[in-house]
């Protein structure tokens, strides 16, 4: 078995769901093929999952954010990834809609989520409108 079978790299995300009126952002990403998602990405050396989550929200919408709660959890085996999803509340800042990293951000009802979106965002836009106080643990399809 090789060293890098043995202890794989792993990819670990911080994404925020962020509601106002009964919707959630999203925002669409530049890179091909352009999937609408929550905003976030993956974590930099020394920083904590939260930590992640406020900088990626502020690079990607121009919003500041502090978090509230974690809704889940959720690992990505196919991907060697894990992303810690929370919700977060907007503190300042003003909504920018396009970045270097997106090219669209708009608020979206959490059950009628635009086209096109990766499978895991329904359930975890689910998890989110549950309302469950608890954090979900979930393994979910790449």
Same mark, same amino acid.
């Given at each position: ?23 959630? /952002?999203? $925002? ?5 093929? @352009?999937?609408?998602? %929550? =905003? !976030?990405?993956?974590?930099? #050396? ?16 121009? /919003?500041? $954010? ?5 809704? @889940?959890?959720?690992? %990505? =085996? !196919?991907?060697?990834?894990? #992303? ?59």
């Amino acid at each position: 078995m090789t060293a890098e079978a043995e202890h794989p790299q792993f990819k670990i995300a911080a994404l925020v769901f962020i509601e106002q009126a009964g919707k959630i /952002l999203l $925002v669409k990403q530049r890179k091909a093929p @352009g999937y609408w998602s %929550l =905003p !976030g990405g993956l974590m930099e #050396a020394g920083e904590d999952p939260v930590q992640a989550a406020v900088r990626e929200v502020l690079e990607e919408t121009g /919003l500041q $954010v502090a978090v509230t709660r974690l809704v @889940g959890v959720y690992t %990505l =085996p !196919g991907e060697n990834a894990v #992303a810690f999803t929370f919700v977060g509340q907007q503190t300042g800042g003003s909504l920018v809609t396009s970045t270097d990293e997106t090219c669209d951000c708009r608020y979206f009802d959490p059950q009628a989520l635009p086209d096109p979106v990766r499978a895991h965002l329904a359930q975890r836009a689910a998890d989110f409108v549950s309302g469950q106080p608890h954090a979900f643990i979930r393994r979910q399809p790449a």
